[in-house]
Structures are given as C-alpha cells and as structure tokens.
C-alpha cells in the first residue's frame, strides 16, 4: 500500500467544512497519514470536478464526499474512503485511471474502475432489469465487497437528495432502489442501509401513501406509549433481578414493511400494529439464553413461534433469538435477544467491524457468508451463458425466505423457501443432484421433489446410472440446482439435436432430390457465414428446436447451388423420420394425448423446445396442420427404449379397498403409479385418474386387461380417449 508523506503543505491546506467533518470522523480509527491521503484525494477530485454542479446548485464534489462520509460512520478503511471521493472521476472528468493509480495506488484504481461499470448500469425494474449490467455488478462485488458498499453508499445519499430531481427520475430512481439496491443492502445484511433505502423509496414513490401510513403510526404509538414504557422496564427490571446485563428497547415497524405487509398479506392495519415488538441487547451468547429463560419466565410464550438464529445463523450472518410472548394487554410481544456485537452485524452487515480479506484478521460471519453467496453466483455465471437466466436464478437468492437443513453429519444448509429435496441434493454437491434418486427426510423415504421445511434431516439416496431429465426444473427452486440440470440436458440436448437435425435437413433436401453430404462445402460455408453461424452442428441443432425450419434451410441451400435440371423440387415422399425414445433431449411428448410406441404420431416443431410427439388423433394436430411448415413426419422405430406416462381413466364400484385392488392390478402388470386422484365420486360408484408408466401400447393393454378383471370395475379407458 502506498503511503503518501505527510508536508506540512498538505496538512495547512485549507479544506470546507464538510471535509473538515469527514477528516474528524475517520481520525477516530485511521492513523493521520491516511487521512493526509483522504485530503488528497478531496484535492485531486475537487480539482477533476471543478465547474460541476448538482441539480440542487451545490458543487459536485460536496456528492462524493458525502458517499465518503457514510462510508466513514461504517469505519471503512482508507482505500474505500479514497475510492468513494474520486468515484466518479472516470465517468465524468479528464481524469485517467493511469492517473489514479500513480497517485494512490492499484487497489483504489480498481476500486473506482469497478464502481465506474456500475455506474453506466440503469435498471427500469427487478423484471426488466438489464441483465448483462446487473451481472456485471454481481461479478464486481465477488471480486471485492467493497465495489457494492460505495455503490450502496451512492445510491443512499442519491436517495437523501432526491428532491432535486423532476417527477419521472424521481419514480424511476426510487423503484430501482427499491426493487434492486434495497434487496442487495438485505442480503449483505446491512439492515439499516435497507431501512433507510427502503423509506426513502417508499416516499418518492408513493407520497401519499407514506404520508398516511406513517401518521398512521405515529398516532398509535402515542397511545400505546405508557403501556410499552411498562413492559420495557417490567423486562428490565426481570434481567436485573437474576442479573444478567443490558437493556431493553422498543421496536417500531417501518412505514414500508407495513405498506407491504398490508398488499402481500392482505392484512389490515390494526392486525399489522396489533404487536408491541422489543429488542434486548446483552453482552454475550449465554447471557442471551439466559435471557430468553427470564422472558419466558415473566410472560408466556405463544407455541411454536421461538428461533434460534445464534445457533443457525441466516444466509447473511445475522443472529439472534426470537420469540413471541403474550403480554399484559392481551396482545402478542415480538422479542428478540441478541449481543451487542450481534446487534452491529445485523445493522451494518458485511461493513460491521470491517476486516477486508487480507492479514488484519478473520471477516466477520456477514462477511464470510457474503463471500461464500458471490463466489457460488461467480461459479453459476460461468456456467450460464445466458444473463437474463442468470438473472432470474439470483433473484431467487436475493430474496431468500430461508429454510434450515440439516445432513446426517449434523451440516447446516440454508435453502430458499419452498426448496425441496432435490434442490438439498445440488446444494450438498452438483454430481450428488446429478445422481439422485431419492431422499430420506427425517429417515422416512420421500420423492425427490419433496418440500422441505426447517429442522428436517435430509439424507440423499444415489445411483451412479440416475441423470437428470428435464421434468427436473419445474422441481427445484434454487439457481444453483436450475443451472446444473440446465446445463447437464443442454449437453444431452445438442448431441441429440445435432443428430436430429441431420436427419430432418436430410429428409428435406432429399425430398429435393438431394442430400446433406452432397451439399458442396464452399456453398455450405456460404449458407453458415449468412446465417452467422460458426459451425455446421449450430444449424443442424438449431433445426431440432425449432428455431429454423428444415424445408426452408433446404431451399436456401438449393438456391445457393444454383439452377439444376435434373433435380425435381415437387418431391415429398421421402421416408418418415423414425425415433426410438431415447432422443429425449430435442424430444418431449405431448401432455394433452400421451402417445405411446405403437400409436400413430406426429412431429410439430416448438421453438426452442424442439420436437413436440402427438398421437394423429389428438385433437390439438387440425390447428398444428395449419402450419404444415413445422409438422414433421415421424413414427416409431422397431426398438424403442424407456417408460412413458399413460393416463387411465377407471369407473369403480365405490366400496372401502377398490383403490387398493385397482392398484395392486397395475403393479402386477409391471407398471409405476405416477399419480392418482378422484375425479367425481358419489355414494355408489367413483371415477379415477392414474398416471401410469408403460413401455408400449400393447403394455397399456395388458395393464387394462388386469384392472378389468378385478371385478370391481365398471369400465377402463384410455385417457384423453
């Protein structure tokens, strides 16, 4: 690290007050030769922004040396200091990053480097999000943390001064902050960032709206005052008497978590502030069971309504215990216990008691877990091509509502709400989802797509022939299982593309009288080189799903070959595509009819998804035949491999046992029940839906044959009929 000398020039230099204030407040933890190298950086990004102003008149610079300042109150080190005053000199001044360096060294050109490519970012929502930019800064803050903490610290003192601002910027800036930067502040644990950046987003937004809502509160605070001040010193004076140190404080709900309590939960105002909510800070873990013991000794606790999150801390390093009690009022008492290095962690986050990576010691559990997400989203992004994909996988992460699991070992994970066992499996490790079968769930055997909930023991069961397949991603939750088994088919799929779609260029070049293999290659590499295409395969695969049309590729290919007499272009008879069941990457089977092997198909091609397989009766093929441009002529092979779902539709005596009998029929006919469910039943006779899993058509029939002979069937039908 660079130290600049301190001369007496540089310390007598003349500053404005509020530099005067910065220097005051990084004095208290810097040594004074950084804060010398602080004054030089005011000096050098006053001088580069000279001539500059704000909306509001001031001059810019007094901007940057805000952002500086917030920065100062988390105790952030000189570097980020540095950096937060000249991070906008890149963008907006003559000022080069060459410059930068020579003056104040690698670290701090980096530091504005990477918050400059923030910067040109602009974001219209969390949907709309320009997804390259948005990984760009994710990728930014994996490299250093600190990237996204001056940004974060921009985006605030913006939000301070928003006032300046016409009506449209206003609205626009405030629900990016909202839906972008406050959610961001949340995961990094930065609590009273996401407070504050989430009132003054609420207020830019909706005036109104967090005008009543806060008079709202107001009013019911004042006349609740004297029975919360009773309370407080009723826990107090409990904590005293068995002597455990510290205090207790009254919470208050934000205007916004009401506001949107109000439209998620679809609750009323008085339910939302029906809740008197404390916190007690004490001096260490112990004490705060201790603590928790002496609450729960002056008022009930409400059942099932206590969570350690000192024992299990969430995904950004917050800890705390929770619990509810009834109070004296008869109305619930939100509580939680924490320490007062807990209580830092939780408002700052990843810039509590700032240790950046490096010899100063070890980063707090923030930090750590910050670390451990960026590096795991730094990880999903190379192996996701895709940013809007990308995206949509880390908005899941951003907005986690957590669940905690444990392995066998007694390991903790820490999953989105609504994960399920498969998603446990990918975050144990990517080749144990790859292999999964099934699950034990508190030692019970369970289906992969099982949810689960906190507390549970998951024990994933392998098997080294299991692959996943693609009914897979409508059973995960997490980006980390998505991207995986996005990955694994999208191999699987362009070797089957690539494959398909030879066979369906060649069917339609040979319908004109040509094949692929007789193409000359100075016309194909013509045809690659228009299309932008670096390689045959990429056309072959992009024929398979669906996003080119084979007859139309033939026929560009035969325009570039120019005219040739002995070829006749009216010929459509060539030979039907034939499938044997395995091509399941560019092949998917059509939900509304089920065809089978043995049944009469048809081929539409869907884009991006590729083949679709109908049986020729399915009533959906009159609209596909409309577009006889994406129809393909297919039909099974002679050795056809794999399950496929049949669904039966069985009338049934209604009497105790029939369904067991009916299902113990399909099994002994060899097949799997996917899925049963009533239909319509009365007091005498009910219709049933199962799912089944048959190798053929001519399985299906043993299958119905066997139900039939039950006795306790009226009829058996194929279903859709």
Known sequence: MEVIPVTPSLENTPVPPYVQALEERVSAYLPQPQVMRIRRAYIVGAEAHAGQTRKSGEPYITHPVAVAYILAELGLDAETIIAAILHDTLEDTQLGREQLEAEFGPVVAELVDG???LDKMSFSSRQEADAESFRKMLLAMARDLRVILIKLSDRLHNMRTLGAKDGTSRRRIARETLEIYAPIAQRLGMNKFKAELQDLGFRALYPDRHRVIGERIRAALGNRREAMAKIEMALEARMAAEKIPGRAVSRIKSAWSIYSKMRNEH??????????????????????????????????????????????PKANGYQSLHTVLLGPFGAPIEIQIRTSEMESVAERGVAAHWAYKSDSGPANSAQARAREWLSALADSQAHTPSASEFLENVKIDLFPDEVYLFTPRGEIFSLPRNATALDFAYAV??????????????????????????????????????????????????????????????????????????????????????????????????????????????????????????????????????????????????????????????????????PLPGDEIIGYLSSGKGIVVHRVECPNVVEFRKSPERCVAIEWDRDVAGDYRAELRIEVLNRPGVLATVAAAIADAESNIENVEYIERDSTAATLLFAIEVRNRKHLADVMRRVRRTGVVSGVYRHPL
């Open 267 to 312: 609750k009323t105002f008085a339910q939302l502030m029906d809740v008197y909510g404390f916190r007690v800070i004490t001096d260490s873990a112990m004490h705060c069971y201790q603590a928790l013991g002496t609450v729960h000794g002056l008022y009930k606790p409400v059942d099932g309504r206590f969570k350690d999150f000192i024992a299990i």
């Open 429 to 594: 490790h990517t080749d144990v989802g790859d292999h999964a079968v099934a699950a034990r769930v508190d030692k019970k055997l369970v289906p992969l797509r099982t949810r689960l909930t906190s507390g549970q023991q998951v024990e994933i069961i392998t098997a080294p022939s299991a692959v996943p397949n693609p009914a897979w991603l409508e059973a995960v939750v997490t980006g980390k299982a998505r991207t995986a088994i996005r990955q694994y088919l999208k191999h699987l799929q362009h070797e089957d593309a690539v494959d398909f779609g030879h066979r369906m260029l060649d069917r339609a070049l040979d319908a004109r009288g040509m094949n692929l293999d007789a193409v000359p290659a100075k016309a194909l590499d013509r045809f690659l080189e228009e299309a932008k295409l670096k390689r045959l395969e990429e056309l072959l695969s992009d024929i398979a799903l669906g996003n080119r049309m084979p007859d139309q590729v033939a026929a560009q290919l035969m325009a570039l070959l120019g005219p040739r007499d002995e070829i006749t272009t009216h010929v459509h008879n060539a030979e039907k595509i034939r499938i044997s069941g395995a091509e399941r990457g560019v092949l998917s089977f059509g939900n509304c009819c089920h």
């Open 115 to 117: 918050v400059t490519k």
